[in-house]
């Protein structure tokens, strides 16, 4: 009860802003939460960014804690969601890697028709239709070589937004370069791009 007591205070007093007590909450559960997740995900890095995104969204609506009636179960089903979001997320980027690749039957001798420089070329276009945040999450990933959570600290975002934006660049890539590109050459190189710009 003395527990129950005490976990109450401090959602109470996170939700008035209480940095001290939101760690307190955070330090009592990050390592049963890490245990939970870890079997789900099979991966230490993807349980630590969601735990981190978890925490991350209880700060940020900080003033609803004191409504929660079992905290413990409440981040639980919070995390894992997240999880079953990010391996939505997972196959559906995977699904458009896929739909990069070409018949085999493409005609070898159409590729001698697309050159480097036109590759380079379509991918800036493409490039340029991204938003900003998105084209920013690109070129820190594909040019700077940054991994998730090195980006999300970088621009202050949680891994997930991070995640959102680079898919959603993708997609953006994909659909253009689909239209443009149309040989195993081409879609090859795609692939590259792209494949290289996932961390």
Same mark, same amino acid.
């Given at each position: 009860?003395?527990?129950? %007591? &005490? ?18 909450? &955070? ?128 621009? %202050? ?5 991070? %995640? %959102? ?35």
């Amino acid at each position: 009860m003395e527990d129950v %007591n &005490f976990e109450k205070e401090l959602l109470q007093q996170s939700a008035k802003g209480s940095e001290a007590s939101f760690t307190r909450l &955070f330090c009592i559960y990050k390592h049963k939460l890490y245990s939970f997740l870890l079997r789900s995900t099979g991966s230490s890095e993807m349980t630590e960014d969601i735990i981190q995104d978890v925490f991350l969204k209880l700060w940020k609506d900080r003033e609803n804690l004191v409504n929660i009636e079992q905290f413990g179960g409440y981040i639980y089903r919070m995390a894992q969601n997240r999880v079953i979001n990010a391996f939505r997320r997972m196959a559906k980027e995977t699904l458009i890697l896929a739909e990069l690749k070409v018949p085999a039957s493409v005609d070898a001798a159409a590729e001698d028709n697309l050159s480097a420089r036109e590759v380079r070329e379509q991918l800036e276009t493409a490039l340029e239709k991204l938003s900003p945040k998105q084209k920013l999450v690109y070129t820190l990933s594909r040019e700077h070589g940054l991994k998730h959570d090195e980006i999300a600290r970088h621009l %202050n975002i949680s891994p997930s937004t991070v %995640n %959102n934006h680079m898919i959603e660049a993708l997609r953006t890539i994909r659909k253009h370069l689909s239209r443009h590109l149309h040989t195993t050459t081409g879609a090859c190189c795609i692939l590259a791009i792209i494949t290289s710009f996932q961390k």
